[in-house]
């Protein structure tokens, strides 16, 4: 029949070439692994810029570094003035449950 328009016809892999196929899907592999890690790091350098804390304030364990969980570990800790001994004091405790992390006094 004339001026009849052909029927679309289905995608076949043929339609592709294999470098393509394998480009794209090596993309969205290496994206699907990246994404997340950028997206932890950006969590962790807002942690830093924002942190209340001194590198040496999260030297939790006072080995006299500051390791990533310890950095991590600072996200979920607070601080307190507090009295102790007479002394005016810091007590940095832990937002959860409000036990106490570490206390220094000046």
Do not use: H
């Not at 950095?71 to 405790?93: H, M, W, Y």
């Amino acid at each position: 029949m004339a001026g009849t328009p052909n029927p679309p016809r289905a995608l076949s892999r043929a339609d592709f070439p294999e470098t393509s196929l394998t480009r794209l899907g090596i993309a969205i592999f290496l994206g699907l692994l990246i994404a997340p890690a950028l997206f932890v790091g950006l969590y962790f350098v807002v942690a830093i810029v924002d942190s209340p804390f001194a590198w040496s304030d999260m030297d939790w364990n006072g080995d006299g570094r500051t390791s990533f969980a310890e950095l991590a570990q600072s996200t979920d800790v607070g601080v307190r003035p507090i009295l102790q001994n007479g002394k005016e004091c810091e007590e940095f405790f832990s937002l959860k449950d409000g036990l106490t992390v570490r206390v220094r006094c000046r």
